[in-house]
Each structure stands twice: as C-alpha cells, then as structure tokens.
C-alpha cells in the first residue's frame, strides 16, 4: 500500500488566480495520477505524470491550464491556472498498487473553491 | 463508447436491512472490474477487483458479483459505519485506464 498526502485539502480562490496542490507518497512509484471530482459525477482522469518526462494530458486538459511537474518518484504538483468557478472541484493524487491492475490509492484530495 | 453507470444514485437503508447496487457497463472487452468506497472528505479506497463473468469477492459484509453486463455489490447486514459512497469502474482491455461510474451514496440509518 501507499499513503499519499496532498495539500492544501481545501482553499478558496479567486477568480483568474492559480493554485498549486502538492501530493507526496510515502514511496517511490513511477506514475502519478490527477484526477478531477465535481460533485455527483465521476471521477475524470486529467493527465498521468512519469517522472523525468512531460505528463500525459487526457482529452479536455490542456498543460497551460493544469501544468504539472514531477521533480522525482515520490512528489508531484498539479497547478490550476486562471481559476474560473466552473474549477470549483475536488482535484486528486493517485498511485497504482503495481503496473496497470486499476488498483490505485488516492490522497484525501484537494477541495477548491473558486470565487 | 465505454461507459459506466451506477445505479441508485443514494439508497438509505436501515441498519441490518440487506440490498444490492447495481454497476451496468459497456466496454469493448472487459480487462477488470473495480469497486471503490469513497468516504466524505476523503479519496476512494480499492476494494475489490473482478475479471470474469461469474467471478464473487467478499469482503465482511460486502459481496462483489459480475456479469457480461453488471456488477452487483451486495451488502448484507449493514451496519452506520458501512455508510460511504461507493464508485465502480471498469478497465478495458485496449488500455489501461479507468472509467468511472458516478456512485451511489449509501446511507445507513441505526
């Protein structure tokens, strides 16, 4: 298993500003996963982060608006540019138990409020 | 298109009353079947993986089933602590990553 810390686990923004959310795992893994929660749906995959290498952005993500670095195998940041409230969400980190099993363990989240 | 859909969206249950959710999929070839418990303020928590039509994993009071179609996650006996939102997803086997479902919220009154 892996524990995966992520800060700030809440904020409040204002409108046209950026945030950075912060996920440190207790272990080295070699992909990172952000995803995006808004309330009632279903949790959407916004890019995968390898260390050492660009990350991965899945269709409706672009890196201008959610740059992300991966400095090594334990840490990696996700940044939401030029807030708008439709950014309002619960943006999370995930690692994978192994190589692509789908079993993956997920930080406690960062909820976001944006003004 | 690959898709998940869960079903209730929230079911309240009396503590000890046993019932079933329901996770309907389409996906051009199943990899893997994930069932997930998300408690408020927190990430999902793994729970359970099935491959196979006609495969059952349990877990206290949780029995996780597949079919070509759906999963049921039945619990029997539920207690207040079994109270959480419970997310299902599905791994195709042209990738790897997950489709999600939207969850059911479970809510267990004592």
């Known amino acids: ?115 | 298109e690959d898709q998940v859909t869960q079903s209730p969206e929230a079911l309240r249950l009396q503590e000890g009353e046993s019932s079933s959710l329901n996770c309907s999929y389409t996906v051009s070839g199943l990899r893997g079947l994930f069932w997930y418990r998300q408690d408020p303020g927190k990430g999902p928590e793994f729970l359970f993986t099935l491959y196979s039509a006609g495969e059952e994993k349990e877990k206290e009071r949780l029995k996780a089933t597949l079919t070509k179609k759906e999963s049921f996650l039945h619990i029997t006996a539920p207690k207040p602590e079994d109270s959480a939102t419970y997310l299902c997803a599905v791994q195709a086997l042209s990738n790897y990553q997950l489709i999600w479902g939207a969850g059911t919220k479970l809510i267990i009154k004592p």
């Open chain 1, 1 to 115: 298993s892996a524990v995966i810390s992520q800060k700030p686990s809440r904020d409040i923004c204002q409108r046209g500003t950026s945030l950075t959310i912060q996920c440190q795992v207790d272990s080295q893994v070699t992909m990172m996963f952000w995803y995006r929660q808004q309330p009632g749906q279903s949790l959407t995959l916004i890019a995968t982060a390898n260390q050492g290498s660009e990350a991965t952005y899945e269709s409706g993500f672009v890196i201008d608006k959610f740059p992300i670095s991966r400095p090594n195998l334990t840490f990696s940041t996700l940044t939401v540019s030029n807030m708008s409230p439709e950014d309002s969400s619960i943006y999370l980190c995930s690692v994978e138990q192994g190589a692509n099993t789908g079993e993956l363990f997920f930080g406690e989240g960062s909820r976001l409020t944006v003004l």
